[in-house]
Nanobody, 127 residues
């Protein structure tokens, strides 16, 4: 049972990336999934989350309107597409899964959630 975050890379300002959070050992679509990012020397912050059954979505103000979170049941993953990327989006991105998608979950993932904390995916946006 594990999660893997992937899809990061180096892009220019204004470009796009699709990050994927892929699960193994369980059906990810049954659970809520949240994306977080961490800037060097700073606390982790929530980017977006999607509910397990109802598909409710939340976005951080910093990415709202230029990001879309979605489930991909065919690949057992949750994707985060980010458009119009900015240098301030440069961070390591992680995903986590559990029950419930809310702004509280966005602030801090519960200790009971399974996360890809050991392996994030680096997004670097050049100016």
């Amino acid at each position: 049972v594990q999660l893997q975050a992937s899809g990061g890379g180096l892009v220019q300002t204004g470009g796009s990336l699709r990050l994927s959070c892929t699960a193994s050992g369980f059906k990810l679509g049954d659970y809520a999934v949240a994306w977080y990012r961490q800037f060097p020397g700073k606390e982790r912050e929530g980017v977006s989350c999607i509910g397990g059954r109802d598909g409710t979505t939340h976005y951080a103000d910093s990415v709202n309107g230029r990001s879309t979170i979605s489930k991909n049941n065919a690949t057992n993953s949750v994707d985060l597409r980010m458009d119009r990327l900015k240098p301030e989006d440069t961070a390591v991105y992680y995903c986590a899964t559990g029950h419930g998608c809310s702004m509280d979950i966005m602030k801090r993932p519960p200790a009971t959630w399974l996360g890809s904390w050991g392996q994030g995916t680096q997004v670097t946006v050049s100016s």
